[in-house]
């Protein structure tokens, strides 16, 4: 139930947040935001990041404004990795839009982290859209949280496919997505795999979905014509490929090269000096905006290093706020 704390801010809780996004819509707000990055539509400032190693915490604060659209916003979230022993889920935080013209707080959404999973989803659906094979049979998702599980309901959006092999530090909760996203997808057979080579090995497409400080993904295990989709490493500490996936690489995409050479895998092949930036294609925006291809043929191995963009934010805040009838 939304609540009025002036004549001009509104907040929106978890529940009414949830009722109105679906990741179909997502996607595309995600694509046209990325868009928007890449043609330099979008003001967006570098992101904050706070450590809190003695809660196994971490905090990400981003914003950005695109050009032409009703609001800026401002996104806090974070995650808390002891939180499942407490009860809690790990991820939370909420975002804070503000009118474009006047800076006025417009909407306080109280959505407890579920837009940044729903966006960053949205992500690597569409880095799937324009990188990964039209057929796929085997999917490997490495991670077995709550993003591991958006990722693959976003992807089957956009992609078909046939098996899925998940491998997480965590036989339980391993065991726990199988059962989970079997129910999902009646469909789909799901693999609980016993190490991280068998679920990779032989994959069309592997998801990487954890917030992994080591390298977890190594290049042999890759098939040729495999996309990897990276979205773990938003810190200059993460990474989940080790570098020579990125060396082994026919094609490497950013969702922004200037955050990745900071954040991403592409921070790590770089500073391992496996690869030099003239190795990167571009970006995920230019794909979108057929200023560089997609993918050129089957054999190709292709890399999407996703660290997260505030202009990604901006986007899905924006859709809900249309959606709930606030953007006039």
Known sequence: MRKKISSETIIYSESEIKEKVNLSEAIEAIENSFAAYSSARAVLPGVINLELPEFQGE??????????????????????????????????????????????????????????????????????????????????????????????????????????????RNRENILRYVEEMSGEFSRIKFKAAGWVEEAVV?????????????????????????????????????????????????????????QCRRLGELHHALEAGVISEDRVSGEIGELVLGLKPGRLSDEEITVADLTGLGVQDAAIASLFLRLAGDSD
């Open 59 to 168: 905090v990400h604060v981003k914003g950005a404004y695109i050009r032409g659209d009703d609001y800026y916003v401002i996104k806090v979230a974070s995650g808390f990795y002891r939180n499942p022993a407490l009860g809690l889920p790990v991820g939370n935080g909420l975002m804070l839009a503000f009118r474009a013209q006047t800076g006025e707080p417009a909407a306080i959404l109280l959505d407890r982290g579920y837009l940044t999973e729903v966006r960053t989803a949205a992500a690597g659906a569409v880095a799937a859209k324009y990188l990964a094979k039209k057929r796929l049979e085997k999917v490997a998702v490495i991670g077995s949280g709550v993003q591991a599980r958006f990722q693959l309901r976003a992807l089957a959006v956009v992609r078909g496919f046939e098996t899925v092999s998940v491998w997480s």
């Open 202 to 258: 032989g994959a069309d497409l592997v998801i990487t979905a954890t917030p992994s400080h080591q390298p977890i993904v190594r290049a042999e295990w890759l098939k040729p014509g495999a996309h990897i989709t990276a979205m773990g490493s938003d810190g200059p500490e993460k990474r989940e490929l080790f570098p020579e996936v990125l060396a082994r690489a026919d094609r490497i995409f950013c969702d922004s090269i200037a």
